[in-house]
């Protein structure tokens, strides 16, 4: 039995389009010619210091350790339903029952250190995530046996805690075929800690190595022996800027071939550069992500269903989108699918788009009967906690700015009170992981397949979480529990009947439209 997956990369930045692990515009012919070669210039969205971590199993990876050093064994398009592309396995296939999964990995790739890819360090790979619970971020439950050099097994275990009949485990396979990227067992099996390693002299199966690293940028130089042959560019460097204005100067300039930024009156700037071009792929939706749990340990009004409501009906996404996005979004979904893409497991048509408009009167009515007042400064107050909260973003992320600055103005409307903060990625970064935020200005990406059990586990369930103060290896960053969704999550994992599944991601997404742990703020971009 086989599926169809698809794959997902972490968003970078805060871009007009995401594409791949670099982005969308791009001056054309601008290769940069230096004494290295031909090198292609990338701006990835990163400002101030880069902190160095080519550690493929970290959540705070650099851009192109997933994909460009480090290989998975498919690779599947997020934009459409594809076949898959093999990368490092050529062949896979399921025993009658779901319990094992047999991988044929792909003959003649070598490591960049010249060492033999085999299914050894596939097995590797499983097993070290396997004992080490920290580095799970997926959930897998499998071990790992090889078979002979080109195939390996995946065992998953049979025991149900619930005494139910096992029904296979086709939904790990998303995971394990795209989302986990491959490493070498000849290096990684000397690492006393795998999880805080940073990699420093990360060595991949990919097109791209590491050549040189600074604070401010970092080289790749092409790979000669990749097994898919040698690259048509001799490397790849990725540079930090201050912000999106000099982003795009240094566009202009020619410093810089592919970027991902903002860029105001879009059509305008265009028109005026020629040799410069973009593709908009809007796979990504604009969020307001929430400490949400007080249980967990997080702290402020936004604790509060009540206040994470009303924040969603009061926003004004039409003017958000035309201020920020330069009206080159679509339609945002509160179940944080696609709904153009992944409409069939939305169940509920009033929760296909979230709205345009602001609805003050209803906002207002919710905090009214949350027993927030409306102070005599026009700031809602209850049980003397002012309706106050701080909300995060980039500094230099032009467009995230610009929302957090409008979002202020809207919700003061309906008496909450909004401070914006701009820290470094890094520390934008670590407040999610560890907890220590109220409101964060980020995005929500696809998951490895078209499923929603991809877009659902990782950032809902609760196994993915940890209390404040303690960094998540999850995406969980909401902090949100919810035995309910927990369940139905669950469930979704234990049956391969898409009907099924339909039923209880239909849970999830009720749940989700009440509890609001994370909102959609604007169109998708």
């Known amino acids: 039995m086989k599926q169809r997956v698809s794959r997902t990369l972490r968003k970078a930045a805060a871009a007009v389009a995401v594409l791949a692990s670099v982005v969308s515009m791009s001056a054309c012919g601008a290769n940069s010619a230096t004494s290295n070669g031909n090198i292609v210039s990338v701006f990835p969205g990163t400002t101030g210091t880069i902190n160095?971590?080519?550690?493929?199993?970290?959540?705070?990876?650099?851009?192109?350790?997933?994909?460009?050093?480090?290989?998975?064994?498919?690779?599947?398009?997020?934009?459409?339903?594809?076949?898959?592309?093999?990368?490092?396995?050529?062949?896979?296939?399921?025993?009658?029952?779901?319990?094992?999964?047999?991988?044929?990995?792909?003959?003649?790739?070598?490591?960049?250190?010249?060492?033999?890819?085999?299914?050894?360090?596939?097995?590797?790979?499983?097993?070290?995530i396997h004992d080490t619970p920290a580095l799970n971020a997926s959930g897998s439950a499998c071990t790992a046996e090889v078979i002979d050099d080109n195939h390996v097994r995946l065992v998953f275990p049979t025991d149900t805690?619930?005494?139910?009949?096992?029904?296979?485990?086709?939904?790990?396979?998303?995971?394990?075929?795209?989302?986990?990227?491959?490493?070498?067992?000849?290096?990684?099996?000397?690492?006393?800690?795998?999880?805080?390693?940073?990699?420093?002299?990360?060595?991949?199966?990919?097109?791209?190595?590491?050549?040189?690293f600074t604070s401010q940028s970092y080289m790749l130089e092409a790979y000669d022996g990749y097994w898919n042959g040698a690259p048509k560019i001799d490397g790849v460097r990725y540079i930090t800027l201050n912000d999106a204005s000099a982003a795009t100067s240094a566009l202009l300039a020619g410093e810089v071939d592919w970027m991902s930024a903002y860029i105001a009156n879009l059509d305008v700037f265009l028109e005026s550069n020629k040799d410069i071009d973009y593709a908009n792929t809007p796979r990504l939706t604009t969020v307001i992500m929430t400490c949400s749990n007080a249980d967990m340990g997080c702290a402020g009004p936004q604790?509060?269903?009540?206040?994470?409501?009303?924040?969603?009906?009061?926003?004004?996404?039409?003017?958000?989108?035309?201020?920020?996005?330069?009206?080159?979004?679509?339609?945002?979904?509160?179940?944080?699918?696609?709904?153009?893409?992944?409409?069939?497991?939305?169940?509920?048509k009033d929760l296909v788009s979230a709205p345009q408009d602001a609805n003050v009167e209803k906002a207002a009515e919710i905090l009214d009967e949350a027993g927030w007042v409306m102070g005599d400064d026009g700031v809602r107050e209850k049980d003397g906690e002012k309706l106050t909260m701080t909300i995060q973003t980039v500094a230099g992320w032009s467009d995230y700015i610009l929302i957090n600055d409008t979002l202020k103005q809207q919700l003061a409307k309906v008496g909450i009170e909004l401070e914006t903060t701009q820290t470094s990625w890094n520390e934008w970064n670590n407040n999610e992981t560890t907890g220590n935020y109220q409101l964060s200005l980020d995005s929500i990406g696809l998951g490895v397949t078209d499923d929603p059990y991809y877009t659902y586990s990782p950032r809902l369930y609760s196994e993915n979480t940890t209390e404040v103060g303690v960094t998540s290896s999850g995406q969980n960053y909401a902090r949100y529990v919810n035995a309910e969704v927990d369940e139905a999550i669950e469930n979704a994992a234990g049956t391969d009947d898409k009907e099924e599944r339909k039923a209880y991601y239909a849970i999830v997404q009720e749940r989700l439209i009440e509890d609001l742990p994370t909102s959609p703020s604007t169109s998708i971009r």
């Open 52 to 128: 160095e971590n080519f550690n493929p199993f970290s959540p705070t990876a650099l851009a192109p350790t997933l994909g460009v050093i480090y290989e998975t064994l498919y690779w599947y398009n997020l934009a459409s339903e594809s076949d898959p592309t093999p990368m490092l396995a050529t062949d896979y296939e399921w025993n009658e029952d779901g319990s094992e999964l047999v991988i044929t990995t792909r003959e003649g790739v070598t490591w960049q250190d010249g060492e033999p890819f085999s299914a050894r360090d596939v097995a590797f790979t499983f097993n070290l």
């Open 161 to 212: 805690d619930d005494g139910e009949p096992f029904t296979g485990a086709y939904m790990q396979e998303g995971g394990i075929l795209a989302g986990q990227a491959i490493v070498p067992e000849h290096l990684w099996k000397d690492i006393a800690d795998p999880v805080s390693y940073t990699n420093s002299d990360p060595v991949g199966t990919g097109a791209f190595k590491l050549s040189k």
């Open 303 to 348: 604790t509060d269903p009540a206040v994470r409501q009303a924040i969603y009906y009061a926003m004004d996404r039409d003017q958000l989108n035309r201020l920020a996005g330069g009206g080159y979004g679509e339609v945002a979904s509160p179940t944080l699918l696609m709904s153009d893409r992944d409409g069939q497991w939305i169940t509920d």
